[in-house]
């Protein structure tokens, strides 16, 4: 039984650092259009594009000439 409260206690810490290991961050394009994604996002890529998952699950890749500004979310 102790071992089991243990491993339960463990899983929950576990899971509760996880859950703060996420960064939300607003990604705005020269156009306006404004993309939330669940963590920051890759730099660009060795072709000159972002690459995120917005809070959909949506992969989004753009060209970094597009990107104005990625901020985190407050």
Known sequence: ????????????????????????TVVTLQNGTQYVTKDMPDTHT????????????TVIRVRADEVATIRKEK
Do not use: H, Y
Request: include cysteine; glycine fraction near 12%.
């Open 46 to 57: 060795k072709d000159g594009f972002f690459e995120f998952e917005d809070i959909s699950g």
């Open 1 to 24: 039984m102790n071992i089991r409260i243990q491993g339960l206690s463990f899983a929950a810490v576990a899971l509760l650092a996880l859950s703060g290991c996420s960064t939300p």
